[in-house]
Structure formats: C-alpha cells, structure tokens
T-cell receptor
C-alpha cells in the first residue's frame, strides 16, 4: 500500500531532551516536507526537500533540523525542544513530475513538550 | 508575506444544502490546491487548478480558479455528512517555488443529518 508513515504517533517529552520524528514514504517521491499544525495558525511548512541531499527552509524552520540521506526517509530533529514546539506535525511527500505540487500526507505526530 | 485567506472559518449546515467556500489572496499563483482533512488524519488532496478561469468537478464538488489566479472557490452541491471536515487551500510560496507551499487556515465544515 502506497503510504507515508510517521513515528511516533504520539510523544510527550520534556524541555531540552533531543528527539527525532521519523518519516518514510514508499512511493519513490522526490519531494518530502514537514509541517506543523496549530489552532488558529493552520498548517505551516517547516522544511522541505526536493531530492536526496537537498533541503530548504520553509516558513517556520527555527528550532528544527532535517536530513535527506535517502530518498524514502526525511527525519525531523528537535535538538532542544521547547514548549512552543508542542504541536501536531505532518510529513508529506510528492512526485514533482510535470510541475506537480501534489502531496501525500502522513497520519501526523502529536508532540507535547513539557 | 504571501497569505491565503479562507472564508468562512466555520460552516454548519443541514444535509442537502449547498455551500461555497472561498480562498483569496492578493498574490498571483501558478497553481492552487484544495485538500480535505478529517479529524485525526492528514490532509488529502482533492484537486489542483492551474489555469485562470479553470473549473473542475469532482462528483458534487466544483472547484474554480479565478481568472487572475488570485482566488479560488469550492462549491458543494447537496452536502452530505461525509463531507464534514476541514477544507484547506494551498499554493506555492516564495515567488512560485514548487517546494514551498503555503496553506490557508481552512474552513471547518459540519454537515448535520
């Protein structure tokens, strides 16, 4: 089944404790992206990647890191999480072919930073 | 800053009614997408529009891209409870960069039986 998977789905952590949220897609998509979704603010892009070893900042990159060493994986790293990073995070991937922006979203990771 | 403004924010209607939701901007976009998100899930793409004035239909849903490519609308005919969800529009940001997408804040639709 074609899908984007994220792990963990739920995470409660404390301020300053490094964490990684994994994202994997099995559709051979060039494009991958991370978003956070907050009440009243909507979906905001954190980082995106157009291909392996190519990453770019989105609208809210501060406090996050990403890497794209393999085509299928795009982990989101929070080196020192803070309470304002409590949010619902979505990973997405897309084909890019023909100028398409089509994105397939994962199920989300709900993160709470105490 | 490029913004997509969606209206209304909330919409509660009875089954069988028609409705229209809007996505507006002061910027011109090369394309625009509509997604639907159900509680506890990620957004799912409904349609992409790329040509000014374009109209696309998906069963009871009709999508229109404005002539100037600054706005779009989604019309639902004879709404059903299964249409309940958060409707989001999205478009490329930063001068049309394909990778950077901006989203509107969404219209939360509730269709009561």
């Amino acid at each position: 089944e074609a899908q984007v998977t994220q792990n963990p789905r739920y995470l409660i952590t404390v301020t300053g404790k490094k964490l990684t949220v994994t994202c994997s897609q099995n559709m051979n998509h060039e494009y991958m992206s991370w978003y956070r979704q907050d009440p009243g603010l909507g979906l905001r892009q954190i980082y995106y990647s157009m291909n392996v070893e190519v990453t770019d900042k989105g609208d809210v990159p501060e406090g996050y890191k990403v890497s794209r060493k393999e085509k299928r994986n795009f982990p989101l790293i929070l080196e020192s999480p803070s309470p304002n990073q409590t949010s619902l995070y979505f990973c997405a991937s897309g084909p890019l072919a023909g100028g398409s922006n089509e994105q397939f979203f994962g199920p989300g990771t709900r993160l709470t930073v105490l | 800053t490029q913004l997509l403004e969606q209206s209304p924010q909330f919409l509660s209607i009875q089954e069988g009614e028609n409705l229209t939701v809007y996505c507006n901007s002061s910027s011109v976009f090369s394309s625009l997408q509509w997604y639907r998100q159900e509680p506890g899930e990620g957004p799912v793409l409904l349609v992409t529009v790329v040509t000014g004035g374009e109209v696309k239909k998906l069963k009871r849903l009709t999508f229109q891209f404005g002539d100037a490519r600054k706005d779009s609308s989604l019309h639902i005919t004879a709404a059903q409870p299964g249409d309940t969800g958060l409707y989001l529009c999205a478009a490329p940001g930063y001068g049309g960069s394909q990778g950077n997408l901006i989203f509107g804040k969404g219209t939360k639709l509730s269709v009561k039986p």
